[in-house]
């Protein structure tokens, strides 16, 4: 991997005949680490079980706290002085971060509009 290049994180489908594929992830240590590639292939299994009738209930459950859960959380465990030395802290460290380039699959408006489209 090339960090600075990229991907970090790649997905290939091969077809070994009409009706068996596999599937190949790759990615790089920096955006996965064990413990979440357990999930994401946990939860991929169940999706996939889901879609092909395998399973007729609901495929993923509802997560217990959500991230916004969590965000109110720690907001509240800090005061405004706290708060205001952690933020300027980690504005000083991304500070100097390069900026990130992005590919995409079609060009984009100079002027977003936050129209989309379903390609499914």
Do not use: C, K, N
């Amino acid at each position: 991997f090339d960090l600075a290049a990229g991907p970090v994180f790649r997905t290939a489908l091969g077809r070994l005949a009409p009706d068996d594929h596999v599937l190949v992830l790759v990615a790089h240590h920096i955006v996965a680490d064990g413990w979440s590639v357990g999930i994401l292939t946990d939860e991929l299994a169940h999706l996939y079980a889901a879609e092909t009738g395998v399973t007729a209930s609901d495929p993923l459950p509802g997560l217990a706290v959500q991230p916004a859960d969590h965000a109110v959380w720690q907001r509240a465990r800090l005061d405004d002085e706290e708060l205001g030395r952690q933020l300027d802290r980690w504005r000083m460290i991304l500070a100097d971060l390069p900026t990130l380039d992005f590919p995409t699959d079609r060009p984009r408006p100079a002027h977003p509009t936050g129209a989309g489209a379903w390609a499914g």
